[in-house]
């Protein structure tokens, strides 16, 4: 159980938030009146008043709001947190989405101190049931009443996508086959076939946004610029070899080229991460192979199950 010590918003982006004491919250959007509220998953930020207090015994001298979060609370460690977490304060349901964010540039705090606690101990949260959360106001973890959905990005990598000379085929039609399967599927990332910024894109969603399955399509090949496999397997902490084997062990009953394939199949903390070919046909009988196959993996991850045996 924890206690709000403060609500917190400002009027526009950029400059540090100020305690209102009260807010509404509105579902699917943020407080009323922040300016960071919005239809994304970053509606409302959240601090435990313990880690403001640790640096500020370094000489820091904030106040709450001041890093930019919308809600200061004694009692929680957010980081120690999963995504998917379910808050209750009062009629409000909060459901966590990110921990800890990208800083672009450098805050006054960080000019002073050298650091800044925001990037790695603050935490998002979407609002799924609206009402006001006031100062004082007690805030517990709520057990979920139903299994949450799997949750995917698709990542393109494609230079002439990614300036704009030709559709991306491949990346909705993934998504779409995703999202009928039932998945969650929460961005969809257009990226030019450049290793580093792959890889940024899949340690941000693997880490921040904890997703259960991330698919990439595209730079699986011999072109000097398909630079995929090596970008995946670079940021992985274990890897999934069988996966990639399966797939080509099919597509080469259909095609010969399959064993030109470099993709790879990893494990990042507790995502999945499968390498696609570029083509939509190509994509869709390469998810025939695992489609049934990986939400054991996935729930093994979540260590939701249990592995087992054939009998």
Same mark, same amino acid.
């Given at each position: 159980?924890?206690?709000?010590?403060?609500?917190?918003?400002?009027?526009?982006?950029?400059?540090?938030?100020?305690?209102?004491?009260?807010?509404?919250?509105?579902?699917?959007?943020?407080?009323?009146?922040?300016?960071?509220?919005?239809?994304?998953?970053?509606?409302?930020?959240?601090?435990?008043?313990?880690?403001?207090?640790?640096?500020?015994?370094?000489?820091?001298?904030?106040?709450?709001?001041?890093?930019?979060?919308?809600?200061?609370?004694?009692?929680?460690?957010?980081?120690?947190?999963?995504?998917?977490?379910?808050?209750?304060?009062?009629?409000?349901?909060?459901?966590?989405?990110?921990?800890?964010?990208?800083?672009?540039?450098?805050?006054?705090?960080?000019?002073?101190?050298?650091?800044?606690?925001?990037?790695?101990?603050?935490?998002?949260?979407?609002?799924?049931?609206?009402?006001? =959360?006031?100062?004082?106001?007690?805030?517990?973890?709520? +057990? $979920?009443?139903?299994?949450?959905?799997?949750?995917? @990005? #698709?990542? !393109?990598?494609?230079?002439?996508?990614?300036?704009?000379?030709?559709?991306?085929?491949?990346?909705?039609?993934?998504?779409?086959?995703?999202?009928?399967?039932?998945?969650?599927?929460?961005?969809?990332?257009?990226?030019?076939?450049?290793?580093?910024?792959?890889?940024?894109?899949?340690?941000?969603?693997?880490?921040?946004?904890?997703?259960?399955? =991330?698919?990439?399509?595209?730079?699986?090949?011999?072109? +000097? $610029?398909?630079?995929?496999?090596?970008?995946?397997? @670079? #940021?992985? !902490?274990?890897?999934?070899?069988?996966?990639?084997?399966?797939?080509?062990?099919?597509?080469?009953?259909?095609?010969?080229?399959?064993?030109?394939?470099?993709?790879?199949?990893?494990?990042?903390?507790?995502?999945?991460?499968?390498?696609?070919?570029?083509?939509?046909?190509?994509?869709?009988?390469?998810?025939?192979?695992?489609?049934?196959?990986?939400?054991?993996?996935?729930?093994?991850?979540?260590?939701?199950?249990?592995?087992?045996?054939?009998?």
């Amino acid at each position: 159980m924890g206690k709000v010590i403060a609500v917190c918003t400002s009027e526009k982006r950029g400059i540090q938030k100020h305690d209102v004491n009260s807010g509404y919250f509105a579902a699917e959007w943020g407080i009323d009146s922040d300016a960071h509220a919005g239809h994304w998953h970053r509606q409302v930020s959240l601090l435990s008043a313990d880690k403001i207090e640790a640096f500020n015994q370094k000489g820091a001298g904030v106040i709450p709001g001041a890093f930019g979060e919308n809600l200061v609370v004694e009692g929680f460690d957010f980081r120690s947190l999963p995504v998917g977490t379910l808050l209750r304060c009062g009629e409000v349901l909060l459901e966590m989405t990110q921990i800890g964010k990208e800083c672009h540039s450098h805050c006054e705090i960080y000019k002073k101190m050298g650091d800044c606690i925001m990037p790695r101990e603050g935490v998002f949260a979407r609002v799924l049931e609206p009402g006001t =959360i006031s100062v004082g106001d007690e805030m517990t973890i709520e +057990p $979920r009443t139903k299994e949450r959905p799997w949750q995917a @990005a #698709v990542i !393109t990598l494609s230079d002439k996508g990614a300036r704009g000379e030709r559709e991306d085929k491949s990346g909705p039609a993934i998504a779409e086959r995703l999202k009928a399967a039932g998945y969650d599927v929460v961005e969809q990332i257009l990226l030019a076939d450049e290793p580093s910024a792959l890889k940024a894109q899949l340690i941000r969603l693997c880490d921040q946004r904890q997703l259960d399955l =991330i698919l990439t399509t595209g730079g699986t090949g011999f072109s +000097p $610029r398909d630079n995929t496999p090596e970008a995946t397997i @670079a #940021v992985a !902490t274990r890897l999934a070899p069988g996966i990639a084997e399966a797939i080509r062990a099919e597509s080469l009953k259909i095609t010969k080229h399959a064993m030109l394939s470099r993709s790879a199949s990893v494990i990042r903390g507790k995502t999945l991460i499968i390498n696609l070919p570029g083509s939509p046909k190509a994509c869709m009988e390469s998810m025939d192979v695992f489609m049934d196959t990986i939400p054991h993996a996935m729930g093994l991850l979540r260590n939701e199950v249990q592995d087992c045996a054939r009998t």
